[in-house]
DNA sequence: TTGTACGCGTTATCAT
DNA sequence: ATGATAACGCGTACAA
């Protein structure tokens, strides 16, 4: 096995001082370009690689940035998360930088995580998932100018800082115009709770479609927490009205889920669209609203990186579109 | 903001020396109890956490370990490396290393990622998943004394490296005695062409339990790639056997996903138990082995941190048994 | 293009 | 047995 290749190996190869030879990696513009060949010439032939430890311990900046990987809940929506990593990673890796995964059971317990890895390793930035109102983590990040960038609106305050996201109410708007092109009118929604940024998103794309329609959502919306077995008892109640739906549009997978159990034999049939396309979606058929996950991750990628390796400007966040993927359910 | 606590900030406030602090941390028990803690309440008022890149420069370990995450396939399997990946980084939090991911598409590439992770990052340790016979990368890491641990075993030398795996053939076993005991006696397999361990182990859990009870399998496997249309197309081709099984055993749940829309119509209806026991097949009710995920995560933290921590041996491979999770399906 | 100091924790050496 | 001092690792900032 070979000798560790530091920059003086490089330099002493190639006939240039070490410093040149950083000179080479940091501001190649600034070096002859002879010399720059033959550092560069050196730099193949024996394999060498910067130090990032010695590197950051000049610069503070670790190339390293870290992302949170939740438990799996109800298994269903975990893909979600999965498929943002795999994005996170890979353009990450083109631009440069590695991720690091962490976990944490709550938001405070989150912060102490961002001491810890900004402490001990010097973080360069954080890639936050999941936003909600009056969220302590980004004022946390924020207060001390740490870089990060959120999928998920800051939905107090849209300009509080850099974020990505999907724009669910375009996502259950073109869901519910799909099943108003199919001629249904009385349309039910099935979500979460009012007060969640995400919840509340997806319902307005809903409700706001029919009130444009002209019809009215009253009565047609039941609210409960996320799950299969909720979704079914949803269902369940709104097919019990004296005027019942005749089609179903769902906050997510899990609970388009549950609906499709209750629907089951209802005749003629009652439509259920969910939301995230979960490989549960397309396992059974479910139609469902898609994320550009890997989209989003990349341009999460690509305004971390900009506050990184740019001026101190906030660069605009990016509200991506989701698409229906048409199934058997509806 | 308060400035950088270094060790010398420590120091100076303890009234003791640079060493005295560094001795605290690695070697307390060469320092007296009374200085011992004057040290510690000074680390802890001050809030001071050790430099990893400082560290790094002079022990050249990083306390960091690096696993690759796969681009979602068909989805259904993804969630498995899913919640390994979440075990991973909590057992290896507690143990004090930090988790790294990496993108490769094939085992060139990603011996060509090692080799980038180990001179950029000084990388301690790798975690590998799906091992497969004559693997390259395997061979790579241990020519240069990299330490790692596989989840999967070493198919062609069960001595040949630190490994972790789950009993496949055992979780088929108990699938096919399950079936046993219900009564059948013609007992289907589904499964992946021979040549692969994961799928060899699986498929000879089904066929020695066959055996073991009398019964002769011979006709009733199929082998494809993995896939709901190809479980299903399989699953088929068994049921229009002049003596078709009465119940299908398969390598996975998208098969066993593929099977139960063959046999939707049939009376009485066929059993079909699939494996890796997925959201999906928690889902739609199917019963499916489960793999102890969580552990086999830890145990592979576990076997890791003792060869960088310990003496250089190679501790005992881990073999954990799945469960049979029984569901609506069999 | 080059010399030199520097960042921060650890290891080796020396003093008490 | 402790504690203090010096050197070291590697890449970079700044001045020469």
Redo the contacts between chains.
Sequence with gaps: ?SDK?TIATVAERAGVSRQTVSNVLNAPHIVREETRRRVQDAITAL?Y??????R??RTGR?R?IAVR????R???N??V???F??GL??TG?AAGY??????ATDAEREIAVY???L????LDGFVLTGTDHGDPRTSWLAE??VPFVTFGRPWDDLDAHCWVDVDGAAGTAQATTHLLASGHRRIGWIGWPAGSGVGDDRRAGWSDTLHAAGLDPTGLARETVDG?GEGERCARELLARATPPTALVCASD?LA?GALQAVRATEPAVPVIGFDD???A???GLTSVSQPLGDAAARCVDLLTAVLDGPHRTPAPVLLQPTLVRRRTA
Tied chains: 1, 2.
Excluded: F, K
């Design positions: 096995m290749v394999g690689r910067t130090n990032q430890a010695a950051q311990m670790s390293l990987i939740e438990p799996t109800d298994g269903i975990g893909s998360l999965d498929r990593l795999h990673t890979e890796e590695r991720t690091m995964l962490y976990t001491d810890d890895l402490g001990s390793y010097d001390r100018g299969i899990s889920l979960t490989p549960v397309a396992a059974i």
